[in-house]
């Protein structure tokens, strides 16, 4: 579960670190992946895994659509204006779902849903397995990407300092337009990962964009080394609490995020804001 929610964070806060614009619609994003990646299997009954490229890049696309028509005019009026317009885009999918699919659980239940790798009394269940491994893998895709190509360099540059790029030449909108397509790329995945691990109905994105909101902040807000630290330690926190304090498992989630950062008030891996600065 870790290395899923390190997928599914890594989107956000690369959409913060570049736009900073906090990305509230991304559970809506996920869910949407999730529905349709049900629908089709229940169409077809195809392997859902195979989905994951379509799903990916058609999300990719749904994202750059998202913000060429609607991020990038408000943009320019303030982080503010930009939460609110996402929940917008977060009500309006979850109403537009509700209609489509209709407000009920939904699953894929493929060969190996029940099915599970025993090591001596270890216990793997293959869906949450495959799942871990299929991310790490995008994972680490996305880091090479975004660490080797000149448009992963773009992204970071843009990231790190928007008017110094834009003097080498980078295009903001450009850059924000391939950042925000790269995260919801992360939920079009993400969503297939889910769908074959848990039951998905639309209302579900409220759950999950609250832990990856808590994700990012524990890391760093814009930080993805630090998100994918943060979802490590959250995902080994939460199974341990099902495994043993199942009722005090969502607790155990968000007090881990509240006792670090009562000590380290910008995240793991976050910068601290020099006060003569804010002032």
């Known amino acids: 579960m870790g290395g899923v929610y390190a997928l599914l964070s890594s989107g956000v806060t690369l959409i913060f670190g570049v736009l900073d614009v906090v990305n509230v619609a991304q559970g809506s994003f996920l869910v949407f992946s999730a ?75 493929p060969p190996y849903f029940t099915q599970s790798l025993q090591i001596g009394e270890l216990v793997l269940p293959y869906p949450q397995l495959i799942s871990g491994i299929m991310a790490v893998v995008v994972l680490v895709a996305l880091y090479f990407y975004l660490k080797l190509s000149w448009a992963g360099r773009a992204l970071r540059a843009s990231a790190q300092n928007k008017d110094g790029a834009a003097l080498v030449g980078i295009s903001s909108i450009k850059a924000s337009s391939l950042a925000f397509a790269i995260g919801a790329m992360t939920a079009g995945v993400g969503g297939v990962l889910l769908i074959i691990m848990y039951p998905i109905y639309p209302a579900t994105q409220y759950d999950w964009i609250a832990k990856l909101l808590g994700i990012i902040v524990l ?61």
């Open 35 to 109: 529905l349709l990646t049900w629908q089709i299997w229940d169409l077809t009954g195809i392997e859902p895994l195979l989905l994951i490229p379509v799903m990916g890049a058609l999300m990719a696309f749904f994202g750059w659509i998202i913000y060429r028509g609607l991020v990038k005019r408000v943009v320019p009026q303030g982080p503010g204006m930009t939460v609110l317009l996402m929940f917008g885009v977060a009500i309006a999918m979850e109403g537009i779902l509700n209609i489509a699919f209709g407000n009920k659980f939904k699953s894929v239940t």
């Open 219 to 279: 890391g760093g807000m814009g930080s993805i080394p630090g998100a994918v630290i943060a979802s490590m330690i959250l995902g080994i926190s939460e199974a341990f609490a099902q495994a043993y304090i199942p009722q005090w498992s969502a607790a155990i989630f968000f007090g881990v995020i509240l006792v670090v950062l009562l000590f380290r008030p910008e995240g793991l891996l976050g910068e601290k804001t020099r006060e003569d600065v804010t002032t």
